[in-house]
């Protein structure tokens, strides 16, 4: 069974920084590319970073780039989203989410969710 | 960006109604467009990909169709669990983009 799992989440001050891990489990981690999908109180979801499966693509919407950095360590079957200069707007519940190995894109499983609040 | 626009933003319906919600892209974005299930406080599920593929598991009830610009997902006889949030999401390009979802409640 494919299991994701998320932790990191955390309160911090506007300005601050917080690395976001995900535990991959039931697949093999490293055929798949990996996604950050966040969801802030009450609104829809928005698509933050996606990873190839060796890490050498990477992509971001433009509101975190330069600020959030994706990451993953196949050896430990984890992915990671490093994030820094926290702003009000990141408040969110950050989902990981799997991706293709080839092909069609979809995320076809998801985390619970680990939540960040960005106030002071 | 591609902007995804959802219709409607919320509908009211009834056990046994057939539903359907549409999706439409800024530009043509082909067979890119996937479809997501999310229920109250939990994570999405995947139901429909490639516009028209059904996620494995996931009820016959549910199809998908389109493609270029406008989508469509229809629920041909709404059941009591399928009250949720319904998302697209095109994979054409970077960003991925989603829809503003279609809140389904009960009637």
């Known amino acids: 069974e494919v299991q994701l799992v998320e932790s990191g989440g955390d309160s911090v001050q506007p300005g601050g920084s917080l690395r976001l891990s995900c535990a991959a489990s039931?697949?093999?981690?490293?055929?798949?590319?990996m996604s950050w999908v966040r969801q802030a109180p009450g609104k829809g979801l928005e698509w933050v970073a996606n990873?190839?499966?060796?890490?050498?693509?990477?992509g971001a919407v433009d509101s975190v780039k330069g600020r959030f950095t994706i990451s993953r360590d196949n050896a430990k079957n984890l992915l990671y989203l490093h994030m820094n200069s926290l702003r009000d707007e990141d408040t969110a519940m950050y989902y990981c989410?799997?991706?293709?190995?080839?092909?069609?894109?979809?995320?076809?499983?998801w985390g619970q969710g680990t939540l960040v609040t960005v106030s002071s | 960006d591609i902007q995804m626009t959802q219709s409607p933003s919320s509908l009211s319906a009834s056990v046994g109604d057939r539903v359907t919600i549409t999706c439409r892209a800024s530009?043509?974005?082909?067979?890119?467009l996937n479809w997501y299930q999310q229920k109250s406080g939990k994570a999405p599920k995947l139901l429909i990909y490639?516009?028209?593929s059904l996620q494995s598991g996931v009820p016959s009830r549910f199809s998908g169709s389109g493609s270029g610009t406008d989508f469509t997902l229809t629920i041909s006889s709404l059941q009591p669990e399928d009250f949720a949030t319904y998302y697209c999401?095109?994979?054409?390009?970077?960003?991925?983009?989603f829809g503003g979802g279609t809140k389904v409640e009960i009637k």
């Open positions: 989410a799997r991706d293709k190995v080839t092909g069609d894109s979809f995320f076809d499983s």
């Open positions: 039931g697949f093999i981690f490293g055929t798949h590319w």
């Open positions: 990873i190839n499966q060796d890490g050498s693509a990477k």
């Open positions: 530009q043509r974005i082909s067979s890119y």
């Open positions: 490639a516009a028209s």
């Open positions: 999401q095109q994979s054409y390009t970077t960003p991925l983009t």
